[in-house]
Structures are given as structure tokens and as C-alpha cells.
Nanobody, 116 residues
Framework: QVQLVESGGDLVQPGGSLRLSCATS????????MYWYRQAPGKERELVAG????????NYVDSVKGRFTISRDNAKNTVLLQMNSLKPEDTAVYYC?????????WGQGTQVTVSS
């Protein structure tokens, strides 16, 4: 079955960096686009970044452009999110996501807290 397992979340000071990882299994990873979403307390889940199956095209929500980088390793079935210059407003649970047909799959999430 499809499994998505996020890791790398932590408490970090403003201006710091974190790298999130999503390990996947149960599907042909190189076939599908992958996405990172986040959900802050009291807010709706929002799309943060996406990457095409081959990795050649990426897109980002405006609030993270120039600070976050999504990448993937199709040999390791892993998608990464490098987050630099973190701000308190980046505090959220971050989720890995993909769609296979009409069904969406989510990981359990990893907590990122940006605070001094």
C-alpha cells in the first residue's frame, strides 16, 4: 500500500534552516508529481511546493519563493524540502502528498516550529 513518511521537523530559530524528507513506498515513485503542504494552527492546509515526476519543473506558494527548495531522488523514492531563512509564520505541520487517479495520499506530517 502507499506509504508516505515525513521526517526532519524541529524547533528552529528565525533565520534558521531545516530539511524535510518524505520517504515513500507502495507505488512507482518516478511516475508521479509530489507535493508538500502545510497546516498552521487554526488555518486551512495550504500547498507549499510541487515537483513534476522527473523533477524538471517546480512551483511554490509566493510566501516561500526564494527560501524553500523542493527536490526529489527517484532512485531513493524520496522527496525533500529544503527550508532556509525560516520565519515564525512558517510554523506548521508539514505534509507530503500525492494523487493517484482520484485518490489523494498523505503522510502523518512533521512539526516545524520557528521561534526564538
Amino acid at each position: 500500500q502507499v506509504q508516505l513518511v515525513e521526517s526532519g521537523g524541529d524547533l528552529v530559530q528565525p533565520g534558521g534552516s531545516l530539511r524535510l524528507s518524505c520517504a515513500t513506498s507502495g507505488f512507482t515513485f518516478s511516475t508521479y508529481a509530489m507535493y508538500w503542504y502545510r497546516q498552521a494552527p487554526g488555518k486551512e492546509r495550504e500547498l507549499v511546493a510541487g515537483i513534476t515526476n522527473g523533477g524538471s519543473i517546480t512551483n511554490y506558494v509566493d510566501s516561500v519563493k526564494g527560501r524553500f527548495t523542493i527536490s526529489r531522488d527517484n532512485a531513493k523514492n524520496t522527496v525533500l524540502l529544503q527550508m532556509n531563512s525560516l520565519k515564525p509564520e512558517d510554523t506548521a505541520v508539514y505534509y507530503c502528498h500525492l494523487d493517484i487517479g482520484l485518490r489523494g495520499y498523505w503522510g502523518q506530517g512533521t512539526q516545524v516550529t520557528v521561534s526564538s
